[in-house]
T-cell receptor
């Protein structure tokens, strides 16, 4: 199957700093990428849909200015958590699809804000 | 509204068979997915059903009944490594994935 690479896998940052998470599609062109957040023992929550060359579409309740998404190329989408706070600590996962079937996931990023 | 229900936790014995059920109500339907997720890792794809019936893939099988809004994942010959969360997700009319909360499967020797 297709490969989606996400980095970093783990990051610890101080409160008030920003963290950038990268998601790369290694062997296919990802015109659309999805960013999810997952709290412990909870379902994946879609944060935003990232479209190459255009602005991301955010889900209701997700702060656009806090979670900056950039999809500058067909192989790279980034999520930047700005001015991170402890409540932003979570597991962030990116995903992309080929066609309308199987979704391929990055490895996920465990963010801890101290 | 859109809703997916699956049991929170199940326990089974190594070597046995377990069936994880999923019921759904979504706006439109473009298929149902099952994913496996080990703790601290991203989900990995197990199966995709868009037509009614049973899809078998090795030790894992997935069943779909669109009229009943129902699916199950059947795991045979359980191994300890099958201990994980199993996520049911449907694709709605906008091709967006709607996720269940996942079923934590505990395998005992």
């Amino acid at each position: 199957g297709a490969v989606v690479s996400q980095h970093p896998s783990r990051v610890i940052c101080k409160s008030g700093t920003s963290v950038k998470i990268e998601c790369r599609s290694l062997d296919f062109q990802a015109t659309t990428m999805f960013w999810y957040r997952q709290f412990p023992k909870k379902s994946l929550m879609l944060m935003a849909t990232s479209n190459e060359g255009s602005k991301a579409t955010y889900e209701q309740g997700v702060e656009k200015d806090k979670f900056l998404i950039n999809h500058a190329s067909l192989t790279l989408s980034t999520l930047t958590v700005t001015s991170a706070h402890p409540e932003d600590s979570s597991f962030y996962i990116c995903s992309s699809r080929q066609g309308d079937t199987e979704a391929f996931f990055g490895q996920g990023t465990r963010l801890t804000v101290v | 509204g859109q809703n997916i229900d699956q049991p929170t936790e199940m326990t089974a014995t190594e070597g046995a068979i377990v069936q994880i059920n999923c019921t759904y109500q979504t706006s439109g339907f473009n298929g149902l997915f099952w994913y496996q997720q080990h703790a601290g890792e991203a989900p990995t794809f197990l199966s995709y059903n868009v037509l009614d019936g049973l899809e078998e893939k090795g030790r894992f099988s997935s069943f779909l009944s669109r009229s009943k809004g129902y699916s199950y994942l059947l795991l045979k010959e359980l191994q300890m490594k099958d201990s994980a969360s199993y996520l049911c997700a449907t694709m709605d009319s906008n091709y967006q994935l709607i996720w269940g909360a996942g079923t934590k499967l505990i395998i005992k020797p």
